[in-house]
């Protein structure tokens, strides 16, 4: 038996058969170039397989959008996490071994639409987490809005302040990140000097600290350190019309080999949004410090000018200093190191469970940090009515579903008299338009995230969505549609997955598309939502501001509830299209 022609009869599962297609090119219909030069790789696929596991290969292959070039370029991916993407699709095996991988891993998942290999990757995540790795892990989930995983990294780095400032990774985070540390109350620490010794350290080696000349004293308010890092700024003012200011033409669609990053370029000036080293030295309680520990330490670093440290010493050293404290810094003296006494002693609960809330004392209601201050506590059961009214018959759910309706008790009470008083509006939909202001225009160059948090007064049932379809520039000439792809979610305030969809079709320029999801789902008043949104065409679209209520139809919409990274340009979001009917109705 020739092992080479008679491959198949020695490998027993379609699994091995997979792999050795993978491995050895075998009746390869494609080819991508994965990576950047000079380390990009040549991968062979099959489409068939391809489509079978990803809408986005389907799409990519068998679609209106169709791709004719081979190889295929893929730029904003690592070889070795594609080659794991292609291992996951031919043989259902997923091999993660670092936070690294697992980041890098998720954001090709979550590109091509893999949600099983995204939720490996938050349960590697959740598994080895440490000092060493958190700030990372913690980075990951803000970009990926993974919400439960922010607060358990969160967790970790008010537990183990100590040691995640002291270890060298900590040198390699974003300036965001450090600024959320010194945002909490309560962190592990001997004193401020352990955050500002770690601040110093990064500001060496980002090249950070100022010359602390006569000039850089003149003026405290500004800044004479920034960030390491600012994106070269694009002009966009204009939208597409002004688009070749930015480099290119928003209407012709950029093919694999011209993309630039994953990040959607928006017509703000995003060089004010970006932290700087200065908006983490003013967040140090200096103020928690006795002299002696001021003046042999901050005072005598780049990081304070003299007048600064003057200053600072001074409101130290008396309450009744006649100098002000230094603009812009804080006048806490409250010490952080308190840890012990006021945070819960139980574990975190892991991916499937509740978390409790974080970074915030007890008590208090809401956390110093901006994106902790929505506290969603776990869901109660409904009170039950003096007398039971009878459950409609709901769409037959299989036994071991959450959703099974197999009592009165799965029913709130709330819904029920709702559905008694509203027969007549069971079959008719609802479009709660949200009321938009100042419209700008958004470039996606890749990969476009979107989402909007909710709550309504009212149990209802969400069926879809409406997005508005890209801007038509003036270069395109006599085609008026576009091939749009994209795909939405629904998720619940504890971040599990309710219902999705995706479209790939062709849509109008300049219009209104309405997506349904694959089932209607029953939410709950009072209780808050999440819609969220990946375009995956390259274009321009129009963003606009909402008003913060929408009534329709005795329904009251409280939009963009929660913490503020809940809903990110959530103005793509325009309409939320509901029923109250009874049938076929998913039950989270």
């Known amino acids: 038996m020739d092992p080479i022609i008679d491959w198949q009869i020695s490998r027993h599962d379609i699994k091995s058969r997979g792999q050795y297609l993978l491995e050895t090119g075998k009746w390869a219909d494609c080819h991508f170039l994965v990576g950047q030069e000079p380390n990009h790789q040549m991968l062979a696929g099959h489409k068939l397989i391809l489509a079978m596991a990803s809408p986005v290969f389907e799409a990519m292959f068998y679609g209106g959008l169709a791709?004719?070039?081979?190889?295929?370029?893929?730029?904003?991916?690592?070889?070795?996490?594609?080659?794991?993407?292609?291992?996951?699709?031919?043989?259902?095996?997923?091999?993660?071994?670092?936070?690294?991988?697992?980041?890098?891993?998720?954001?090709?998942?979550?590109?091509?639409?893999?949600?099983?290999?995204?939720?490996?990757?938050?349960?590697?995540?959740?598994?080895?987490?440490?000092?060493?790795?958190?700030?990372?892990?913690?980075?990951?989930?803000?970009?990926?809005?993974?919400?439960?995983?922010?607060?358990?990294?969160?967790?970790?780095?008010?537990?183990?302040?100590?040691?995640?400032?002291?270890?060298?990774?900590?040198?390699?985070?974003?300036?965001?990140?450090?600024?959320?540390?010194?945002?909490?109350?309560?962190?592990?620490?001997?004193?401020?000097?352990?955050?500002?010794?770690?601040?110093?350290?990064?500001?060496?080696?980002?090249?950070?600290?100022?010359?602390?000349?006569?000039?850089?004293?003149?003026?405290?308010?500004?800044?004479?350190?920034?960030?390491?890092?600012?994106?070269?700024?694009?002009?966009?003012?204009?939208?597409?019309?002004?688009a070749q200011r930015a480099g290119g033409n928003p209407n012709v669609p950029l093919g694999n080999d011209q993309q630039v990053a994953p990040i959607p370029l928006v017509n703000t000036n995003r060089q004010q949004e970006l932290p700087t080293i200065r908006d983490a030295i003013r967040r140090i309680r200096f103020l928690s410090l006795n002299p002696q520990q001021f003046a042999e330490g901050p005072a005598r670093t780049n990081l304070l000018t003299q007048s600064e440290a003057f200053a600072i010493l001074m409101n130290i050293s008396t309450s009744n200093s006649c100098y002000p404290m230094p603009e812009g810094f804080t006048t806490n003296k409250n010490p952080r190191n308190a840890f012990s006494d006021s945070t819960p002693s139980s574990p975190m609960a892991g991916p499937s469970g509740n978390v409790p809330p974080m970074g915030h004392r007890p008590g208090t209601g809401a956390g110093p940090s901006g994106l902790f201050t929505q506290h969603v506590p776990p869901p109660q059961p409904a009170p039950l009515p003096s007398q039971t009214v009878p459950a409609p018959a709901p769409a037959p759910v299989p036994a071991g579903h959450p959703g099974s309706p197999q009592s009165p008790e799965f029913y709130p009470a709330d819904y029920l008299d709702e559905l008694r008083t509203n027969d007549s509006n069971y079959d008719r939909k609802y479009y709660c338009r949200r009321i938009m202001r100042q419209q700008t225009e958004c470039l996606n160059t890749s990969v476009l995230d979107c989402s909007l948090t909710f709550i309504v007064d009212r149990s209802v049932c969400i069926t879809g969505i409406e997005v508005p379809t890209q801007v038509q520039g003036s270069s395109i000439v006599g085609n008026d549609r576009y091939s749009e792809l994209l795909y939405a979610h629904l998720l619940d305030a504890h971040g599990s997955r309710l219902t999705y969809t995706h479209c790939n079709q062709r849509v109008q320029y300049n219009s209104m598309l309405e997506i349904a999801f694959d089932r209607p789902v029953f939410i709950q008043r009072h209780k808050m939502y999440k819609i969220g949104v990946v375009f995956n065409k390259v274009g321009w679209y129009p963003v606009s501001q909402s008003v913060a209520k929408v009534n329709c139809d005795n329904v009251c919409f409280t939009f963009c509830v929660g913490s503020q990274s809940e809903s990110v340009r959530d103005g793509l979001i325009r309409t939320i299209v509901f029923t109250y009917t009874r049938d076929g109705i998913a039950y989270p």
Request: proline letters at 7%; a negative charge; hydrophobic letters at 35%.
């Open 67 to 242: 791709e004719k070039n081979d190889p295929i370029p893929i730029l904003d991916i690592d070889p070795s996490a594609f080659k794991s993407l292609l291992e996951y699709i031919y043989t259902d095996k997923i091999s993660i071994n670092s936070v690294d991988r697992a980041c890098e891993l998720c954001y090709g998942a979550k590109k091509y639409m893999l949600p099983h290999v995204v939720e490996q990757c938050i349960t590697f995540l959740w598994s080895d987490l440490c000092p060493k790795n958190v700030c990372r892990a913690y980075e990951f989930a803000k970009l990926f809005e993974e919400p439960r995983l922010m607060e358990k990294c969160l967790q970790i780095m008010c537990t183990k302040t100590i040691d995640v400032v002291q270890d060298s990774s900590f040198e390699d985070v974003e300036l965001s990140t450090i600024i959320t540390i010194l945002d909490q109350d309560v962190l592990n620490i001997d004193s401020e000097l352990n955050l500002f010794w770690a601040i110093n350290k990064y500001a060496e080696k980002h090249g950070l600290c100022a010359s602390r000349n006569p000039e850089s004293q003149s003026n405290n308010d500004q800044d004479p350190v920034d960030s390491p890092q600012s994106p070269p700024t694009v002009d966009v003012e204009a939208g597409p019309s002004n």
